[in-house]
């Protein structure tokens, strides 16, 4: 591990909920090549994230599940307000591999 140990209530804090892109803009003023991509939450509605995801392509990004932290201030990105962060690890070669459920469920579902 690189970080400090952390209790469950600090875990808790962090709100990661499931979510749909439907929507994939090219973010062109970003310092490093971006998307805007707009996720639906469901019944919890619907925001901007920027995301350093230029590995998959628009289409590929449409419609696909990601899991979100929700509950963080907003930042300015470029003049672009990004509301949520989507979740990802890299690959070998560096690129964001984007989290996602191994089956269907519910948008908006909180992450546990």
């Known amino acids: 591990m690189n970080k400090a140990e952390i209790v469950y209530d600090d875990f808790a804090k962090v709100e990661m909920r499931l979510g749909k892109i ?4 090219d973010f062109t003023r970003a310092r490093n090549p971006s ?8 019944e919890l509605g619907r925001r901007w994230s920027s995301a350093q995801i230029k590995n998959y392509s628009e289409e590929e990004l449409l419609g ?10 907003p930042r300015n990105i470029a003049g672009f307000k990004s509301e ?19 089956h269907d469920a519910v948008l908006g579902s909180e992450v546990f």
Do not use: W
Request: charged content about 20%; hydrophobic content about 45%; some cysteine.
């Open 35 to 42: 998307y805007k991509v707009r996720v639906d939450f469901g």
């Open 22 to 25: 439907v929507e994939v803009k």
């Open 84 to 102: 949520v962060l989507v979740m990802g690890v890299p690959n070998e070669a560096g690129e964001t591999i984007l989290l996602q459920p191994s």
């Open 64 to 73: 696909r599940p990601v899991v979100c932290v929700v509950n963080m201030p």
